[in-house]
């Protein structure tokens, strides 16, 4: 009965609160694309004895054109972190340096301790779950950390890449410490990435379960908004800029037809992801 | 003089189409020798300690680079009968070693002034290598193949193990392993038969012609990058220092890190279930 009264009223209208702009979702399709091809054809280099390793580079089409890949996703890598800098520099200009550690940011701040120390205190039933502004101390490692690994993990890997003209100036053992580091680096931001930011927050923390679609839809309900970030809510009220980052959502059978396409798209990459964690778990405790 | 001359390179000419006619299998001379050792029941013989036989598949040997030569080509004096002990005294070295000088005069003199040679031929019972531990020999193959060029890792590893297993770890051996048949392997930067120790100044590794070694593929190499470490194991401390800090660095915190996350992303989902919170409609 409920259901039928439901499903004659459901609104195709919803008033939602932005979280990201088509910027920042292009970024995220860019980081996406480039950061499966660099963990697909660098991996096999890392666990090469493996059966796996050899099976996922013939399918890439050989070591030589593995390499190739390699490059151009690292190319693309230099653009988007490039991009995501100029924006952050831009806001800080903007805004003429105010505000860069403020709760809304993406920099950590005292706060976060604070969270950090009082989600331990919740997860053992000692207090109440803290409340988070826009970004949470996990989200803010986890883009610190991609932003911050791929300055590692760029020079390194131009290292490899021009090792004739990095030796110029450097004694060959920098080649040999940037493999070291390159390899290492790339496990750490492979799971980091596939394990915590995507299996963990997007899909199996309670308040994205069973997934969270908000990286492709850039837009959330006002109700699920309100609960998850109510100190950013409270502050917008408070400051009256709540109208900034409201936004009517409708949904048309092209919305409809862009979410399957995500949902397509991230089905296999997240079949792929979930593959190559196996194998270098596998790989490790084997 | 000349009509001699040119009647000696016909008869050599026509020799040599008389044995290219010929089909690939063993000759008439090996047919000899196999009427007994063709047979797969002759047992075996004791070679310092370990069991040979005495058994030569016609197949592999007919199709293998040699396969038109004769058996005594490198069984040299050996006769077709019941071999007496004159015929077999170091029959086995012989074999492997003195006989290829014969038709491989450069190969050998490179060979014998090598360090393995040197052990080979100056010391009894040292376990440098003989000419048929890498080239092998009924079997003896093509060494600008393939095949040939991907079993070098093998055949030097089974003394240089260590030394194998740091070269896998370097691009080179990744690259060799997962299929890249151009890429550096043993030979090409240590030489074949004239292999030196790096103290050596005549050695390919050697402080004076590194450079020169690197540059035969990565042209305009230089001193720096030569010094790229091939041999190096991240795991000790001994083998290069800073290489094993950064990797001991990147464990402690890639340990560290999975461990935070790990408890972190366990804490919570149990939070989770206990509070209900994955029960809430509305998501
Ligand atoms: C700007 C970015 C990057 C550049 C310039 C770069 C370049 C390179 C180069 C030159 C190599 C040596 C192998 C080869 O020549 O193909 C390499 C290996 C590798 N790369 Fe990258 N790379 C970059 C980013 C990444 C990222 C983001 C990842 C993964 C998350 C990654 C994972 C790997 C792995 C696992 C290896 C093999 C290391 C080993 O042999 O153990 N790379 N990279």
Redesign the interface.
Known sequence: MASTTAAVTEPRTYLEYKRFSAFHRWMHFLVFVSFTVLVFTGM??KY??THW??WV??AVG???AAGVYHRIAALVTVFYWTCEVLLMVYVVFRNRGRGVFAPGSIMPNKKDWADIKG??R????RGPKPQFDRFTY?EKFDFMSLVGGTVIIGLTGFI?WF??TF???????F???A???HS??A??AA??IF??VHL?SAH????S?PIDKVIFTGSL?L??YKEERPLEYARRVQEGTLGEVLVVRRITWRTRLTDVIWYGITAVAGLAAVLMTVFIVWSIFS | MTALAALAAFGLLALSGLAAAQTVGPNAEAEKCLSCHGDQSLGTIDVGGVQKTLFVDATVYGTSLHGLLDCTSCHLGFKPRRHVAAESANWLETAKLTACGNCHADQFAMYSGSFHGHLALGQTGSNAPLCADCHLAHNVVDVHSTAFRRSILDLCGRCHGGRSSTY?D??H???A????NA?AVCTDCHGAHRILPASDPASTISKQSIVQTCAKC?P???R??????VH?D?RSPHS?F??WL??AF??T??VC??TF?GV??A??????F??G??NRR??
């Open positions: 096999p280099l090469k004895e390793a050899k580079m013939d050989g070591v030589t989600m331990f919740w997860f053992f039933g996990w490899m090792p004739m030796t110029k100036v450097l004694p060959g053992v080649i040999n410490v493999l070291v580091i290492n680096e496990l750490l799971g980091v394990i915590f963990f199996l923390r309670p308040e379960w309900p109700e699920h | 896998l370097s691009y051996g990744k690259a392993l997962l299929g890249d890429t990565h305009g190499a230089n720096n990058f030569a010094g790229f470490l190096v991240p290069n800073w290489v950064f990797y990147y464990i915190l890639i890190i999975f996350g972190h992303t804490l919570y989902i149990y939070r989770g206990k509070d919170l994955y509305g998501h």
